[in-house]
């Protein structure tokens, strides 16, 4: 497989279930990104992770927990969720630094019952 | 706080014609500008990129030209075709170490065959 690849495309779930969001990224990039996109509103930064460390928590609330194992590899592990977190979560990648485009994988539809 | 803007929010126009997409920006110290291309239930793909000290990118049918002391970029795409229809999404990078990206609200275009 090529560019990134993210697992479930959707997912629904209630509000007390735990669940985790998969991101795999075939690049050889070193920085990974989770975002949010909710209707209507601009594509939200939640988390970036350089080298396989946090560099970036954009205020994001601890019901999201994010983990990188390795520069390939990102989730996003989800707990006692709200009706408002239901969004299009997205992943990307690209080489730290910046001046190179990022990535983007076809994103997970969350919805939370 | 950088703020990203695209006007207009959308665009429906006939097959053939040539058109512009505009985004502005708050704060012109940006690193980068980068406009993506997204389809419905689709991530984000990158169409161009434009460095702080470049004044336009180039790649087939389009063009994005940027003005960084005005805070303005446009995307033109020439020829327009059915399939150029989608979510047009702009984002700047700011400066120093951050490879943090902040996104307009996107413009829909369809494109009329």
């Known amino acids: 497989e090529t560019g990134v690849t993210q697992t479930p495309r959707h997912l629904v779930m209630g509000m007390t279930n735990k669940k985790s969001l998969k991101c795999e990224q075939h690049?050889?990039?070193?920085?990974m990104y989770w975002y949010k996109q909710s209707a209507k509103k601009p594509l939200e930064l939640m988390f970036v992770?350089?080298?396989?460390?946090?560099?970036e928590n954009n205020s994001v609330p601890s019901r999201f927990s994010p983990e990188c194992p390795n520069s390939s590899h990102l989730f996003l592990h989800l707990h006692t969720l709200q009706p408002e977190d239901s969004a299009l979560y997205l992943c990307?990648?690209?080489?730290?630094?910046?001046?190179?485009?990022?990535?983007f994988g076809d994103g997970t539809r969350l919805s939370i019952l | 706080k950088q703020e990203v803007t695209q006007i207009p929010a959308a665009l429906s126009v006939p097959e053939g014609e040539n058109l512009v997409l505009n985004c502005s920006f708050t704060d012109s110290a940006i690193y980068n500008l980068q406009w993506f291309r997204q389809d419905p239930g689709k991530g984000l793909t990158s169409l161009l990129l434009?460095?702080?000290?470049?004044r336009e990118q180039t790649s087939g049918r389009l063009n994005a030209s940027l003005d960084k002391s005005s805070g303005r970029s446009t995307l033109y795409i020439a020829a327009s075709q059915p399939g150029d229809s989608a979510t047009y999404l702009c984002?700047?990078?700011?400066?120093?170490?951050?490879?943090?990206?902040?996104f307009g609200t996107g413009t829909l275009l369809a494109v009329q065959p």
């Open positions: 690049l050889g990039h070193n920085a």
């Open positions: 992770y350089n080298f396989k460390e946090q560099t």
């Open positions: 434009i460095q702080s000290s470049q």
């Open positions: 990307a990648s690209s080489q730290v630094g910046g001046d190179q485009p990022q990535h």
């Open positions: 984002a700047v990078r700011g400066g120093g170490a951050t490879n943090k990206l902040i």
